[in-house]
């Protein structure tokens, strides 16, 4: 992107180059809005990250822990057994836009959220409390981790749009605008140069033509004084 439009140094082009001077400062004034608008809606997000990554690290903490104790005492056996006859949830994506920005939203589907369950699949008797209180702490966080997938996704999204943004503006503002304007003065000096010339054309054009004028009075004059004579 740049403001480069050379061209023949005539009116036209002038006003042409004017106006594009007022369309390119419009557009930066909407870039402008649009930044603000992404820098508000991204502080807001951030803020609600930021809680929800505190959830987020206190559920991951607890349930390192407990799956480091069933680990431990039951083997790597029962957690495989956990997953046993399950398939993998199938997740859902969602296109959203603000602000002219898209990004994604996940949430697992319908039907995987009716087959997943947080239940133990076989007699609580024959294992430990460990097992069943990893099961808790993985359904109870659930909600939380898709919202902290959701926020991080949705924040990186505007980050980015952001970043484009502001480089448009400083684009139009420090190469666009600036050249423009140049290609502006440009044609000024030439027209204002071309005006200067025509005016000095014309008066050596006048002033001769008052020379010639006042000689051929002088010659008519000589000539009708020869003619009364003779």
Known sequence: MNGR???PPTREHLLSTRRRIVAVSHGKRLLERKRDALVRAVDEERRLFRETEKD????AKRITFLYSLVRLFEGDGAVRYLSAGNSPLP??????SI??????SFFPSPEGKERLSWKLPFDPAVTS???????KALGESEECVWRYINLKTKIGAIERELSRT???????EHVVLPSLGKEVKRIEDLLAERERQEKFVSKRVGKKKRSASAGNRENMLD??????YS
């Open 5 to 7: 439009t050379s061209g």
């Open 56 to 59: 987020f690290l206190l559920a």
């Open 91 to 96: 997740v859902g994506v969602e296109k959203k």
């Open 99 to 104: 602000m002219g920005c898209r990004y994604s």
């Open 129 to 135: 409390l460990s097992v069943e209180d990893l099961l």
């Open 166 to 172: 502001t480089l448009k503006i400083n684009t139009l």
């Open 223 to 228: 000539t009708n004084y020869e003619n009364h």
